[in-house]
């Protein structure tokens, strides 16, 4: 290769930060793991995961899972960044 010459992947990825669209694509990354982090049981009963400012918002249909979930935030925010291998949000808001 010479000094021109790049990998797609290379050539993607640069798109993707002029463009400002990877720091969205780890986001929807992030959602898309929701269900393989917390299981499908849980994911079963939350709806409308998005992310705003660093911020993951859920909604849960149970206020005793509600509580449940707001226990372990720290952990599933800690396995879902793992999961996207970048820190993509600092907080959980659970509604």
Do not use: C, F, Q
């Not at 925010?77 to 291998?85: A, D, E, I, R, S």
Request: proline letters at 0%.
């Amino acid at each position: 290769m010479t000094n021109h010459d790049h990998s797609l992947k290379e050539v993607i990825e640069e798109l993707l930060k002029v463009y400002r669209l990877d720091s969205k694509l780890e986001e929807v990354n992030l959602v898309n793991s929701w269900e393989k982090v917390v299981g499908k049981m849980i994911a079963n009963h939350t709806e409308n995961i998005k992310v705003v400012n660093r911020v993951l918002y859920v909604k849960v249909d149970s206020s005793a899972l509600r509580h449940e979930l707001h226990m372990e935030r720290s952990k599933i925010l800690k396995k879902l960044n793992k999961k996207v291998g970048k820190k993509v949000i600092d907080e959980i808001i659970l509604r």
